[in-house]
C-alpha cells in the first residue's frame, strides 16, 4: 500500500521541526521552499553588522533531513494552492498531496506604502541580512569621497524603524559595529558624524516584554550611543531620507524596516479565511476549517490560544510543527486529535555586547546576566555542532578583540 | 615639507605588499581597490566548492593596514590615468599621485570570442566564486525536476576549460563536492549522470610543471572520476553546451573558464606599451618607459627576467611590490635601485584530498607527502589568526566527515 504523502511548505522552525518529528510515522515527507537551506534566523542580524559569515547561520536543508528516511527536499517558489484537486504549486509544476503543512512563515509588510516597500531594506532573509551589511558598510567607504559635512552625516545616519527584537538588535549591532570596529578602520572619520536611530510608533520599545525589562532595554540602547524615537510613525521614505508623521525629516541614505510583519504571500493565494497580518485562519486543530487534511503552523498561520493569536516566534512555530505531525499520526491511527495549546518558554533580546533582556515566566533578566542567558540559549540552538564550533570562535574573536571580521562588500552573481 | 604621496592602484599580493614594505618610508600611501576587501585568491575554489565562506579567504583591506600609520584606502573603479598630469582616474574622481604604483591584477581573457565571454563563469573574484557555487547548487536542485534523463545529465554535466592550477583545483574540488557529499545529500540521484568534464588545448595538464608531476596530477583527477579531455580546443559556448574545435559537442549549462587571463582593464586605458597578455612593458626596474614615477607590478605588469616574461604568481607579485618600495626609498634617498630580480620558491597545485604537486626547485612531491606540504603553506598563509583557525576547523571537518558544509545557494541583494 503506498503510504500518505505529507507536503510541508516551508523548511524554516515550523516545517523543519514537523519534518523531524514525522520520522517514525509512516508517511512519506516532502519538504519544500524557495531556498536550498534552513537559517538560523534570531541570528542574522549577526550576518547583518559583519560578525558571522552566512555558513554559521545556515544549514542545506538536505544535510539536516539526512537522517529521516521517509523524508526528500524539493527547492521551489510556492505560487499557490488548489485545495480541490489537494494540489500545492509551485514554479516547477503541481505537487500532490495527502496532508499538507503550510509553513511558509512571514514577509515584510508595509502597510500598502510604496515608498517603504521600495526604499528600505528589509531583514527576514539571508540575501536581505547580506545586502544590508553591504549597505551599512558601502555607505562609510562612500563618505570617505564626500567632502561636504552635511551630505556625509546623511551617508552615516542609519535609520532602523520598529523597536521589536529585530530592530532593537539591528541597532544594538549597528552601533556596536561603528562605535568599536569601523571607528578603528577610518582615521580620519569624526564618530559624531555617524548615527544609530531607531524609530518606534509606541511610547516604548519591546512592548511583549513588561514595563521594567523595556526601561532597562531603553537605557541599554541610550548607552550604546543609538537614538531612540519613540511614539514616532514613518509616513514616507524618499531618496533624501525618512519623513516622519509629525513632519520632521531624518536624512539618511538608509532605512531598514523591522516595523511590519504579515504572513508570507502563499496565505493570500490559498484562498482560505485569513486573520489579522493576513496569517490563515486555522481551527484549535491548527486545520483548515473545511479542509481537515490541511494544516497551518508559525508565522503563516493564525493559530489562537484563547485570547488573541499566537505571536510570530520560533517557540510557537516548533510546537506547532511538532503537534501537527502528532495530528497525523493519530488520524492515521483513528485518534482524535487533542487541541493545540501553546506552552510559552519565555521571550528575550539582547541589545548587544553585555547587555540583553529576558522574561522567563516570572523571572526577569537584563543587563549582564541576561546577556549571558541569551549567549547560552543561542550558541546551544545554533544549527549543528560546526557551526556552534565556529560561531563560538567569532564570538569570543569579537568580544576580546572588538573585532567584526566580517567586514565584506560582496555581491553574489546569478 | 610635505611627504610624497604614493598611490598604489589594487590591494591584491602586490598592492598590500608594497604597502606594507612602505611602512617605514617617508611617504603617504594611499591605496585603492574596487573591493574593500583583500582576497586569498589560492583557496577561492574552496569558496566555490562550498567548503568555505568568504570570511575566512576575504580580509578588510582597511584592517590589513590598520598598522601601517602612513597608508590609508578608499574603494573605487579605477577608469585610466593621465601620465602627464600624474593623476589615476576613478568613479570618484582623478587622484593626484607623486609615485604609482600599478597592481590591479588580471583579468579573464576569452581571446575575443562573445560566446566564451557571456556564457562562461569566471574564477578570480569572491562574487565569482560564489556565482560557480550558486551554479554548481543550482544544476543539482534543478535535475530533481526533470524525469528527461538526456537533460538531467545535461544539467549534471560541470565542464572546467583550462587545465591550469585553477582548473585542476576547481575540477578536482567539484568532483569531490559531487561524489563525496552530494551523493548523499540526494538520495534517488545516479551518481553516473553526474559528470566533471576538464578541457585543455595542450597536451597535458598543469604545463608549468615537469612531466612527472604532469603525468601524476592526471592520473589523480582520473582516479577522483575527471574526465580530463587533453588537445580538445573550445570553440564556442551556447545555452545547450560546449563545442569544440574537432566538432564534438558536451551537452552542459555550466562552463567554468580559467584558460584565459590577461592583465586588467588598466593595462589598456593607461595608455602605455603592452606586452603579451595585455600586460604594461616595463623596465628592468619595473619603471613605465619615460615615466620613472610610474611601476607596474604583479599580473597587470610584463616584467621579465632574462628570457620571457615572468609568470601570474603571487610571488611573483610580493616580490615586485617590496623590490617597488625599496626603490621608492632609495630614490628618496638618492640612491640608484638595482634591477628586479625574481626568487623562485617553486610552485604547486592540489588536486584535492590527499593528493597534490609541488616543485621546488630540484624537489619534487605529488600524491600525500605533496598534499601535506600544499596543506601547511596555504593554512600558514591565510590571511589572519581567526581565519587560519575557522579554515583549520573547516579542513578538519570536511576529511573527517566527508562534508563541505557551506551548501547554500545564497544571492546578496545590491
Redesign the interface.
Known amino acids: 500500500m503506498k503510504r500518505p504523502r505529507v507536503v510541508i511548505a516551508g523548511a524554516g522552525f515550523g516545517g523543519l521541526t514537523c519534518a523531524r518529528a514525522l520520522r517514525y510515522v509512516p508517511v512519506d515527507v516532502l519538504l519544500i521552499d524557495r ?3 534552513h537559517l538560523f534566523t534570531p541570528l542574522l542580524y549577526q550576518v547583518a553588522s559583519a560578525l558571522l ?4 547561520i ?3 536543508v ?2 539536516l533531513i ?1 537522517p529521516l528516511r521517509n523524508a ?1 527536499f ?3 517558489f510556492i505560487t499557490g494552492l488548489n485545495l480541490d484537486a489537494r494540489q500545492l504549486l509551485t514554479d ?2 503541481p505537487i500532490g498531496y495527502d496532508y499538507l503543512v503550510l509553513a511558509s512563515g512571514a514577509q515584510s509588510d508595509y502597510f500598502g506604502n510604496e515608498s517603504l516597500a521600495e526604499r528600505t ?1 528589509g531583514l527576514k532573509d ?3 541580512g ?2 544590508v551589511r ?1 549597505q551599512i ?1 558601502s555607505q562609510f ?1 562612500a563618505s ?2 564626500v567632502d561636504e559635512a552635511e551630505e556625509r552625516r546623511a551617508l552615516l545616519t542609519f535609520v532602523v524603524v520598529g523597536g521589536g527584537p529585530t530592530g532593537v538588535e539591528m541597532a544594538g549591532a549597528a552601533s556596536e559595529l561603528i562605535r568599536l570596529v569601523l571607528r ?5 572619520l569624526d564618530i559624531n558624524e555617524a548615527r544609530v536611530v531607531l524609530i518606534e510608533a509606541a511610547p516604548y520599545v519591546l512592548g511583549a516584554f513588561v514595563p521594567s525589562l523595556r526601561q532597562a532595554a531603553l537605557r541599554s540602547l541610550q548607552r550604546k550611543g543609538i537614538e531612540v524615537m519613540l511614539g514616532a510613525k514613518v509616513e514616507a521614505v524618499a531618496a533624501s531620507g525618512v519623513k516622519l508623521a509629525g513632519g520632521q525629516e531624518i536624512n539618511t541614505r538608509t532605512v531598514i524596516w523591522t516595523a511590519g510583519v504579515k504572513a508570507s504571500a502563499l496565505a493570500q493565494a490559498a484562498g482560505v479565511p485569513l486573520a489579522r497580518q493576513s496569517r490563515i485562519k486555522v481551527e484549535p486543530s491548527l486545520q483548515v476549517r473545511e479542509h481537515p487534511e490541511v494544516f497551518a503552523i508559525g508565522d503563516v498561520a493564525g493559530a489562537s490560544d484563547g485570547g488573541g493569536s499566537l505571536p510570530m516566534l520560533i517557540p510557537v512555530a516548533m510546537q506547532e510543527g511538532r503537534y501537527v505531525a502528532k495530528s497525523i499520526r493519530d488520524t492515521l491511527a483513528d485518534r482524535a486529535p487533542r487541541p493545540f495549546r501553546y506552552k510559552d518558554p519565555g521571550i528575550m533580546a539582547t541589545i548587544g555586547r553585555n547587555s540583553a533582556v529576558a522574561q522567563l515566566g516570572r523571572v526577569h533578566l537584563s543587563g549582564f546576566p541576561g546577556w549571558v542567558f541569551w549567549l547560552v540559549v543561542h550558541l546551544v540552538n545554533v544549527i ?1 555542532f ?2 556552534r ?2 560561531v563560538l ?2 564570538w569570543a ?1 569579537e568580544y576580546i578583540f572588538y ?1 567584526r ?10
Open positions: 531556498n536550498n537551506y559569515d552566512p555558513g554559521e545556515a544549514r542545506p538536505r544535510q539526512r526528500d524539493r527547492q521551489a516547477h509544476g531594506l539571508l540575501d536581505e547580506l545586502a553591504n558598510l567607504e570617505r569621497w578603528k578602520d577610518y582615521r580620519d549543528s560546526r557551526s564550533l565556529i570562535v567569532n574573536w573585532d571580521p566580517i567586514r565584506l562588500i560582496v555581491r553574489a552573481g546569478p
